[in-house]
């Protein structure tokens, strides 16, 4: 009897050599397996690592905590605008109420969490290393610098234009309400 690790067969038969070709087979795969799961285990690594490294480069911590202050400036003045200026209590009261709902609904814990998984679903480990190499270059630093007012310009734009555009919008509305009304009172006419 031949013992191959776990395994015992009787040594000299077809049986047993065609044994030992199934079990160097059956280690084989295994092997190349686990070799397969740890490579991909430590690509992941990896492209976790430089996700995090494209987040932190393109200053997206800051970017978002921007963000979250200027919601915070549009909610305080739309509570400015809905609540009677005598009513300090009520004003307090709503005002600590966005806080909490911002601070626990604008957590940049699970917001850097969601970005890593779509950088790592998106893009190559290469992609993210060069995303990386770029937004510390200097070039890649003064974009990021430059990016807010790039931004706060294009809203400004976009706002411009909307306010072009919305007569012409509450005009169709307009019509598109009067055509239904018209149409339901035909309907209703029609009927005997």
């Known amino acids: 009897m031949i013992r191959h690790g776990l395994f015992a067969f009787q040594a000299g038969g077809v049986g047993a050599a065609m044994l030992e070709i199934i079990m160097k087979k059956i280690l084989t795969v295994l092997l190349l397996s686990f070799l397969s799961v740890t490579a991909q285990a430590s690509e992941q690594a990896d492209k976790t690592a430089a996700a995090k490294e494209v987040l932190e480069?393109?200053?997206?911590?800051?970017?978002?905590?921007?963000?979250?202050?200027?919601?915070?400036?549009?909610?305080?003045?739309?509570?400015?605008?809905?609540?009677?200026?005598?009513?300090?209590?009520?004003?307090?009261?709503?005002?600590?109420?966005?806080?909490?709902?911002?601070?626990?609904?604008?957590?940049?814990g699970a917001m850097e969490e969601q970005m890593l998984a779509i950088y790592q679903r998106t893009f190559s480990l290469q992609e993210l290393r060069d995303m990386a190499e770029f937004y510390q270059s200097d070039s890649g630093r003064a974009i990021m610098k430059k990016m807010p007012q790039v931004m706060a310009e294009s809203v400004q734009i976009s706002q411009r234009q909307m306010q072009h555009v919305m007569p012409s919008l509450q005009q169709m509305f307009s019509d598109m309400e009067a055509e239904l009304a018209q149409a339901d009172a035909q309907k209703g006419a029609q009927k005997p």
């Open 57 to 108: 480069a393109s200053n997206a911590k800051a970017i978002f905590s921007e963000a979250r202050r200027q919601i915070e400036g549009m909610t305080d003045q739309a509570l400015t605008q809905t609540i009677p200026a005598d009513n300090k209590a009520m004003m307090e009261r709503y005002t600590s109420r966005v806080q909490t709902i911002l601070e626990e609904g604008l957590d940049w």
